[in-house]
């Protein structure tokens, strides 16, 4: 069963837009560039962050030039260049790259930057299967409007978004798009499993995720399981209907689910048994 919410490469090129998907603010692309080639835009009435996923490229804003490079997602944290309303850039591909752009309204509040990883807080989150790594890559202490960015390593066997959460307005939570943006190893065999569902929307899907697939959070709680054997990463682009003040709100987890933060281990049957 095919849903909206997930979404398919065509040629490694994916693209989600508030008038393609339905929803308020969030833009998101990746883009292949061979060797030489070069991408331009204008960010118009939008703030932009660009993330390497792979190669290596030369951002151009006026007379300042970001050289930005990594050799995989698995291998390195990224540079990320931050874009405010009205800037005219241009990438220019010095090997064959591969790279996110995802944008969202703003007014202009802060100036174009360089975020390199040293200013990214990295924490791991959870424990037992829950443990995951999770990189601040433009997280709510670094400036920024609408959008958030975090990368999430979830190794194999593991979980990620537990206690499942939500932030779609309702039970106290703010209201903030999301965009999965998954790449998984090995890339031929391995895959995830992404859940998204919401009691009062009557939403509940289980998504079967591979390499270089996008899945939306439309509403409602989403986690992500690694199965043994597929260590998995994503890339998420957040922004909502909130201030750059409230980029620090945490998203409200599911009451069901709350007391797997007192124990990781999830309560875990013991086994053998049956035979005396």
Same mark, same amino acid.
């Given at each position: 069963?095919?849903?909206?919410?997930?979404? +398919?490469?065509?040629?490694?090129?994916? *693209?989600?837009?508030? *008038?393609?998907?339905?929803? +308020?603010?969030?833009?998101? +692309?990746?883009?292949?560039?061979?060797?030489? *080639?070069?991408?331009?835009?204008?960010?118009?009435?939008? *703030?932009?962050?660009?993330?390497? =996923?792979?190669?290596?490229?030369?951002?151009? =804003? $006026?007379?300042?030039?970001?050289?930005?490079?990594?050799?995989?997602?698995?291998?390195?944290? &990224? /540079?990320?260049?931050?874009?405010?309303?009205?800037?005219?850039?241009?990438?220019?591909?010095?090997?064959?790259?591969?790279?996110?752009?995802?944008?969202?309204?703003?007014?202009?509040?802060?100036?174009?930057?360089?975020?390199?990883?040293?200013?990214?807080?990295?924490?791991?989150?959870?424990?037992?299967?829950?443990?995951?790594?999770?990189? /601040?890559?433009?997280?709510?202490?670094?400036?920024?409007?609408? $959008?958030?960015?975090?990368?999430?390593?979830?190794?194999?066997?593991? @979980?990620?978004?537990?206690?499942?959460?939500?932030?779609?307005?309702?039970?106290?939570?703010? !209201?903030?798009?999301?965009? !999965?943006?998954?790449?998984?190893?090995?890339?031929?065999?391995?895959?995830?499993? /992404?859940?998204?569902?919401?009691?009062?929307?009557?939403?509940?899907?289980?998504?079967?995720?591979?390499?270089?697939?996008?899945?939306?959070?439309?509403?409602?709680? /989403?986690?992500?399981?690694? &199965?043994?054997?597929?260590?998995?990463?994503? $890339?998420? !682009? $957040?922004?909502?209907?909130?201030?750059?003040?409230?980029?620090?709100?945490?998203?409200?987890?599911?009451?069901? @689910?709350? @007391?797997?933060?007192?124990?990781?281990?999830? +309560?875990?049957?013991? =086994?053998?048994?049956?035979?005396?």
């Amino acid at each position: 069963m095919n849903s909206p919410n997930q979404h +398919k490469p065509v040629g490694g090129v994916l *693209e989600v837009t508030p *008038e393609s998907v339905g929803w +308020k603010f969030l833009s998101f +692309k990746t883009v292949l560039l061979k060797a030489g *080639e070069s991408f331009s835009g204008q960010t118009n009435g939008e *703030e932009a962050a660009i993330v390497p =996923i792979s190669g290596a490229f030369d951002v151009q =804003i $006026l007379e300042q030039i970001f050289s930005l490079s990594r050799s995989s997602v698995f291998e390195e944290l &990224p /540079h990320v260049v931050y874009m405010p309303p009205k800037t005219a850039y241009s990438i220019t591909a010095r090997t064959e790259t591969h790279f996110a752009l995802g944008s969202a309204p703003a007014v202009g509040l802060y100036p174009v930057r360089c975020f390199a990883p040293s200013e990214m807080k990295i924490e791991v989150r959870g424990g037992a299967h829950a443990v995951r790594q999770v990189n /601040h890559i433009l997280g709510p202490d670094l400036p920024a409007e609408r $959008l958030v960015l975090f990368e999430v390593y979830t190794p194999s066997g593991n @979980w990620s978004g537990i206690p499942p959460h939500r932030h779609d307005g309702l039970r106290g939570s703010l !209201y903030v798009e999301e965009t !999965y943006y998954y790449r998984v190893t090995p890339s031929d065999t391995g895959w995830a499993v /992404h859940r998204n569902y919401s009691p009062e929307h009557g939403l509940d899907e289980l998504l079967l995720v591979r390499d270089g697939d996008l899945v939306r959070t439309p509403v409602g709680y /989403h986690p992500v399981s690694a &199965p043994p054997g597929s260590n998995v990463y994503f $890339l998420n !682009y $957040l922004a909502g209907d909130h201030t750059p003040e409230q980029r620090t709100v945490a998203p409200v987890d599911d009451s069901d @689910w709350a @007391w797997l933060r007192e124990d990781w281990s999830g +309560k875990p049957m013991n =086994i053998p048994f049956g035979k005396s």
